[in-house]
């Protein structure tokens, strides 16, 4: 809505032209790409503009998507990008941040609408190799314009960790709880703080983990209340519903 308004205005003042006003209103709701056809109109509908999922495509269709986004003038964030392909995107594209952990890339040229909520989201992760599906919950968050704090390596095999950073987790207003194996630290957490648990499943574990689909069964059987359970290895689902639910209990 504010680039609406930006452009009307320049063009009100003089700055912009009718083609250039034209131009641009020809983008909503979507600008067809052959290949992708990419909703500029999402971020009038959502609060926030569209993501790229990275994975299944190249490097040259992500970076099409990514100027086109970029010269209407939305913030990008592209998930489930390796390093090969991000150092291509990057070489296209040019000034845009691939963060290794979270296997996203971002560009942000503007604020995201509405206020910052105050409340933190809580990133709290069982073991190191979960950390890869915390880390894209965690900066999906942050993209959204939200405060978050990270507390990884948690997991119920030492379970002192965890009441050791006790004080600070019932302070967070939305928890996203990643874990594999047996997916117990969603329950545990959910019994210890006040705000809403999003557990998120890991394909860590053994033979008998099947790839995170023992971790998904034990979520959705918690016996805490107040835990919603995204899918497998679904880091971004998480932090995208983390930020919404902190924006609207903050009334931003």
């Known amino acids: 809505m504010r680039k609406v308004e930006e452009i009307l205005r320049e063009f009100k ?11 641009y209103l020809e983008k909503l709701p979507f600008e067809d790409l052959c290949f992708a056809k990419v909703d ?3 971020c009038l509908r959502r609060g926030f503009a569209e993501v790229i999922y990275g994975e299944g495509k190249t490097a040259v269709q992500i970076a099409e998507i990514a100027r086109s986004m970029i010269q209407f003038g939305s913030n990008v964030l592209i998930t489930r990008v390796d390093e090969q392909k991000a150092e291509a995107v990057m070489a296209i594209i040019g000034e845009i941040e ?6 996203a890339m971002t560009f942000r040229q503007q604020a995201e609408p509405g206020l910052v909520p105050e409340g933190p989201v809580q990133v709290i992760c069982a073991g190191s190799s979960d950390i890869p599906v915390a880390e894209e919950a965690a900066l999906t968050a ?3 314009g939200n405060r978050v704090q990270r507390h990884f390596d948690m997991g119920v095999a030492g379970i002192h960790r965890l ?8 302070r967070g207003c939305v928890h996203v709880v990643v874990a594999g194996m047996e997916g117990a ?5 959910a019994g210890l703080v006040k705000g809403p648990v999003i557990a998120v499943p ?6 008998a983990s099947f790839g995170g689909m023992a971790a998904l069964l034990g979520m959705l059987n918690s016996c805490s209340p107040g835990v919603c359970v995204v899918n497998i290895d679904n880091g971004f ?3 995208y519903l983390a930020a919404i639910i902190n924006r609207q209990s903050h009334g931003c």
């Open 98 to 103: 691939y963060h290794p952990r979270a296997r």
């Open 142 to 144: 942050e993209f959204m």
């Open 185 to 189: 630290l969603p329950s545990v957490v």
């Open 237 to 239: 689902g998480a932090g």
């Open 202 to 207: 890991t394909s860590v574990g053994y033979g």
């Open 40 to 42: 500029h109109h999402r």
């Open 163 to 170: 009441l050791g950073a006790w004080e600070e987790l019932r």
């Open 13 to 23: 003042d003089g700055a912009a032209s009718m083609g250039d006003v034209l131009e």
